[in-house]
């Protein structure tokens, strides 16, 4: 465990490196021994000064959800991250890239929940009970460390690597959805960039919000109704070039496109 003041110093330097669009060295060799309670404490910081400047928490994303991401860093679960408002932009709206740090782009499963999801083991029924819709969506990552040379401690404190995100339509209840085996196909500017299926999100995307509502709760911060679950990448990341459109479809849940700014 690092001393409180070193984690507050990685704190100041994630946020510096946000408003710098300066990448950092990971924080794993700046602050040798820092463990993932460290790292979750630094994102914590860093949540509490967002609210303070007057965002707000509108869900979470599950990060780490392929196995192939999983066994790169050697780790054997996922991490979460904090959604706030100012990360949603609308379809067709550009996304500056002056807000964007060394940006990717992965496509996913949102779900938006109707009830609390509040217990500490819960079941998938309990799960699908919650749920009020699914949406397609693109999640923008980033790292605010230098050449995305990031193990599990640099991306979790960096709040799961998230950027910003854009939610597609129309909104799907779950009967008759078949999202294990939904194919994914990303395309940038008409082109192909990624593809994938619904079972490379821990198996099922119902599997990452059950993971997550479980660590919300024993971590004493719930998933709410009204919240907004971003639940993995359904295939590779795609590297976000300024001026670009992506559209990803996903199957039984329709589309969704994020445009690009110029540099």
Known sequence: MNQPHDLAAAAVALRVSAQTRAPIAPLRLSYPGLDLDDAYAIQQLNTKH???SGARIVGCKVGLTSPAVQRQLGVDQ???????????????LPIPMAQLLQPKIEAEVAFVLGRDLDMERPSIADVLRAIEYAVPALEI??????????GLVDTVADNASSSAFVLGGPPRRLDG????????????????????QGSACLGHPLNAVAWLAATMARRGAPLRAGHLVLSGALGPMAPVRPGARYTAQIEGLGSVTAVFGEE
């Open 50 to 52: 967002r609210l303070a």
């Open 78 to 92: 996922p991490d979460f991250g904090m959604l706030f408002d100012d990360m949603a932009y609308g379809e067709d």
């Open 177 to 196: 959805l078949e999202l294990r085996n939904c194919a994914m196909q990303m395309d940038c500017n008409d082109e192909p960039v990624s593809s994938g």
């Open 141 to 150: 990552v980033g790292s605010r460390i230098r050449n995305w040379e990031i």
